[in-house]
Structure formats: structure tokens, C-alpha cells
């Protein structure tokens, strides 16, 4: 069984629960090592060596800090080759352009950006009140933070590279990092060189460990460990509310991504002028990653009437002719599945696709749903769940009206999307209809399709709940990832010499401070 990083040092697991390999999807057949499922004794050593780490790394010089993430950014870089094999291999997802060109290069970046919030202290975001004589200003947890990958993002989003890894970092807080088993071998390359930039740069030796797996009541138990100062997570709805419960009956902060359907609005005007370039660009969005994409388009309003039969048909015809799309997993296989028979049952109906598995391997032919927009109001539970896949249900709303009350019946998403027309024709009922979108959706798009996010500061990869378990963070794009894994310390009438740095008289150089509510990054008088 392959070795795991806990303690400061690859270790051979204690007690294991079980073991499994990983599968390729194109084929269905296990390839690789075996890994180990971690057991309690394992899982109970990375707490107590990331608690011990927790405090040195929390009085680490920022400097070091950004100089690990800098470092572990250029040993992904060179890795490349053998990072992108793997992940191709445990994953299904193409070298080029996926793997290669945008994935990869998107983690190192993440991880550079992190970096240059740390050196320009950004994240801490300093507060002084000199008339009240308070201070205050983001800081670490002193607590390790445990993060749970997904199966969609082998490099972005993974639990020892991706965004919330950087965040937690950034933030000077150690990472026990629970991979996701879809790709445990590109998971151990990425820990390798973590581990070897961590030690390399004077950091703690448990500030980055690892475990491939564990039990869901163990997952729990570890979610609800008051030694935890915080939980990132992104993946279903039905585990994200479980890890939320226990984290909360134990006060501990959880920044979950669960689920959404992202809704499209298609208005009238917009399928008058570029109906059939709208129907190849929900085409292509829909079914990129094979449709494994938090931001998907799950759910897309298209008016009646000519126009709007008009796009139907063209989408239709592409998605009757895509071959099947290969999954990650067959349990991402079987939840698909078995999404798309919920909406049949609460009443959608089959427009093109096979609505089934098909082919070797774990794959599913792209499916095209249909309902009313009246038959969509009466049962907005059943139909607007996620369907994780190459499937979207379209909504077909018969004026303004109902427009309005369909985006007003949306649960929380991570976005919300209009296309209008460049005519000004559609001017009255978008405002009407983003108005209603807006409060339940994190980001709202204007003409463009939801899926792809971009790493900015001015990025919500959030929303309201259910989308995430808080709708005032993001997990991408920094400083603002970074306060997710951060605690608000103030300081009342503390001595100059005795404040941290952000605070004191003497700024440091271009920090923006907001002295007496006014930014600034002069000195203090």
C-alpha cells in the first residue's frame, strides 16, 4: 500500500479500514497502486502534528510563507509532464487543452497569487480606530484547517494544491488535506512536492499532510473535532450538509460549494439576433469537462414561440449527435443517472439524448430535458436539482411575467446568466428579471456563458445557500479566499511595540490601511 503524509514524514498506515486504486473511466479498469483508506489511529496523528505545526507556522515570517508557495508554483510547473500523465490517466480529462494548458497553469497561478497577498499583506486588511484607540486586522487561526477535494478539478481545486490549500496557507495555518479518491497518484505527486517545498523553505514539517481517504463516519468525526479551526470543502449537496452539521453541533467554521444549477435566461431579443450561435455556445457549455462543471448551465429559460423553438431544435440536433461523454467515476455515473429520472419523474421530458449511460467505461450520452414554465413553478423542488453531467433541463417561459416568477422560485446559485439583445429590445425585462436573480445568485453574467471561472480578486465563486454554506465568501481569487481560513483579532489600547505588524505606526510599505475611515498607507502621526 502506498505510503501517507502525516507527521512530517511519508509513513506507512496504521490500521488502514481498506484500500482501492483508481479507475480509468475510458475503460472501467482499476490501474495504479493500491492506496490505503486511513483508520483512526492515522487520522488522529495528522491532527495532533498539524495542532503542534499550527502555532509555529502562525508566527512564520510572511516572507517564508510566500517563498513556499512561490516554490511549490515552480515545482508543478516542472513536474508538468508527469502531473498532467497522471491526472489524464485517473480522470479521463484531456491532456490538451483541459489538463495541460488551462488547469495546471491556472493552480500554479493560484498559488503565486496567494503568495503576493501574503508579501503585500493584503489579506490582513488592518483597521485602526486612533480616536477609540482600536486595531484590528485578519489573522491565522492558529489551528490546522482541513480541506476536502473534489473529483472535477485534479489540480485546481485539489485538497494539496488547489485554491482552498492556498487560502489556508496564505493564511499561515496548517492543511490536512483529504484527497479525493478519483485521483489519489496525482494527489500523492502534488503532496510530494509540497512537502519537499515546505521543508526546503523552513516550515514546519506537518504543515501540508496528506490522506487519500477515509470512512464517511470517520470524515464526520474529524469534521467535528474542536482541534480543527476550519473546514473547506466543495462536492455534493447530500455531503456537504453532513460535514456542515457536524461542524456546527462543534463551532467550527465550514466554507462548502454543494451544488447548483446555474440558471441561463435566453430573452427574446437575444434569439431574434443570434439564436443559432446561442444554441452552439449552450452546446459547448453544457458538455465541457463532459458537463462536470459547478458552474454547468443546468438549467436554461428559452421564451415560446418561433425563436425559442427555433434554438430548441438546434440544440437538440447537437446533442443527438455528441457521442457519450466519459465521468469521472461511476458513482458520479450512478448519481447522474439517477438525477435524470428524478426530473423525468417531477415531470421533464426527454427533447434529445439517451438519457442513460452508454458505452465502456463510466460514461453518459448528453441529454436534453424539457418542461413548461407553469409545470416548473407547481414543482421548483423536484426541478431545479443538480444533475452532474453533460444534462440540461430547458425551462420554457411563456412571457415577462413568468420570467420573473421563475427566477424569483430559484434557490441559492453560484451564478445566474442573461443573454439580451444588442437592440435594447430586451432592456425592460432584464432589469426586471436580474433584479429578481440577483440576491439569489453569487455572480451575475451578462451575455456570456457561466461556465469558467476566472482567478480574480473581483471573483464570487460563492452564493447563497444551498450553492455554498455562506454566501459572503469565495473560494477563488485572492486576498478574499484567504479570510475564509482568517479570525478577526482586535486590539484595544495595546502598546505600539506590543501590535502586530499591520498595526502599528510605522506602515509597512503600500500596505492600505483604513485609519479613521479613510484609506491610507502613510505612517501614523
Known amino acids: 500500500m502506498e505510503p501517507i503524509l502525516i507527521a512530517g514524514e511519508w509513513r506507512i498506515p496504521t490500521n488502514p479500514t ?25 487520522v488522529e496523528l495528522a491532527v495532533i502534528s498539524a495542532a503542534q505545526a499550527a502555532e509555529t507556522l502562525a508566527a512564520t515570517a510572511p516572507e517564508r510563507i510566500a517563498a513556499f508557495l512561490d516554490a511549490y508554483a515552480n515545482a508543478i510547473e516542472a513536474t508538468k509532464d508527469a502531473l498532467v500523465a497522471t491526472a489524464h490517466s485517473e ?73 482552498d490549500f492556498a487560502s489556508a496557507i496564505a493564511a499561515r495555518n496548517p492543511v ?67 460535514l456542515k452539521a457536524s461542524a456546527d453541533a462543534a463551532g467550527i467554521p465550514i466554507h462548502a460549494e454543494m451544488s447548483s444549477v446555474n440558471p441561463v435566461f435566453l430573452l427574446p431579443g437575444a ?43 438546434l440544440a437538440a440536433e447537437k446533442f443527438e449527435a455528441a457521442a457519450p461523454m466519459v465521468l469521472f467515476s461511476q458513482g458520479v455515473q450512478q448519481h447522474l443517472a439517477h438525477a435524470v429520472r428524478a426530473l423525468r419523474a417531477a415531470g421533464a421530458r426527454v427533447v434529445s439524448g439517451k438519457a442513460q449511460a452508454d458505452g465502456p467505461g463510466t460514461r453518459y450520452a448528453p441529454t436534453l430535458l424539457a418542461v413548461d414554465g407553469d409545470a416548473f413553478l407547481a414543482n421548483t423542488d423536484a426541478l431545479q436539482q443538480e444533475a452532474f453531467g453533460p ?28 443573454h439580451s439583445a444588442a437592440d435594447g429590445s430586451d432592456d425592460v425585462a432584464w432589469r426586471r428579471i436580474a433584479a429578481a436573480l440577483r440576491p439569489r445568485v453569487g455572480r451575475l453574467i451578462d451575455d456570456k456563458w457561466p461556465t469558467g471561472v476566472a482567478v480574480s480578486p473581483a471573483m464570487q465563486h460563492g452564493g447563497p445557500y444551498p450553492s455554498t454554506s455562506h454566501a459572503g465568501f469565495t473560494s477563488v481569487g485572492m486576498p478574499g479566499a484567504i479570510r475564509r481560513f482568517a479570525q478577526l483579532q482586535s486590539f484595544d489600547n495595546v502598546r505600539d511595540d506590543r501590535l502586530p505588524a499591520e498595526l502599528r505606526k510605522v506602515n509597512l510599505p503600500g500596505l492600505q490601511r483604513l485609519v479613521d475611515g479613510k484609506w491610507s498607507d502613510h505612517h501614523l502621526e
Not at 219 to 242: E, K, V, Y
Not at 398 to 411: G, L, T, V
Request: net charge negative; charged share 20%; hydrophobic share 45%.
Open 271 to 313: 434569439l431574434r439576433e443570434r439564436g443559432a450561435a446561442l444554441a452552439q455556445e449552450f452546446f459547448a457549455s453544457c458538455t465541457m469537462g463532459s458537463g462536470q462543471f459547478c458552474t454547468n448551465p443546468g438549467i436554461v429559460l428559452v421564451p415560446e414561440g418561433a425563436d425559442g423553438d427555433a434554438f430548441v431544435a
Open 18 to 42: 481498506g484500500s482501492f486504486r483508481a479507475v480509468d473511466p475510458c475503460t472501467g479498469d482499476a490501474i495504479g497502486p493500491a492506496f490505503p483508506r486511513s483508520g483512526e489511529e492515522d
Open 91 to 163: 480522470t479521463g480529462l484531456p491532456v490538451s487543452p483541459r489538463l495541460a494548458d488551462v488547469e495546471l497553469p491556472r493552480a500554479s497561478g493560484q498559488l503565486r497569487q496567494a503568495a503576493q497577498a501574503v508579501r503585500d499583506h493584503a489579506w490582513t486588511q488592518p483597521i485602526i480606530d486612533t480616536k477609540a484607540g482600536l486595531r484590528a486586522h485578519f489573522a491565522p487561526l492558529h489551528k490546522p484547517v482541513l480541506v476536502f477535494g473534489p473529483n472535477n478539478f485534479p489540480f485546481a481545486f485539489n485538497a494539496v494544491a488547489g485554491s
Open 176 to 242: 490536512i488535506a483529504k484527497a479525493h479518491p478519483s485521483h489519489p497518484a496525482t494527489s500523492k505527486l502534488l503532496a510530494a512536492l509540497a512537502f519537499d517545498a515546505a521543508v526546503a523553505n523552513g516550515l514546519p514539517a506537518a504543515t501540508v499532510q496528506l490522506l487519500y481517504d477515509i470512512d464517511s463516519a470517520l470524515g464526520l468525526r474529524l469534521a467535528g473535532d474542536r482541534r480543527i479551526g476550519a473546514i473547506g470543502f466543495t462536492g455534493s449537496r447530500a455531503a456537504g450538509l453532513a
Open 391 to 418: 444534462v440540461s433541463l430547458l425551462v420554457r417561459y411563456r412571457d415577462e411575467d413568468e420570467a420573473a416568477a421563475i427566477a424569483r422560485a430559484f434557490d441559492g446559485n453560484l451564478t445566474g446568466s442573461l
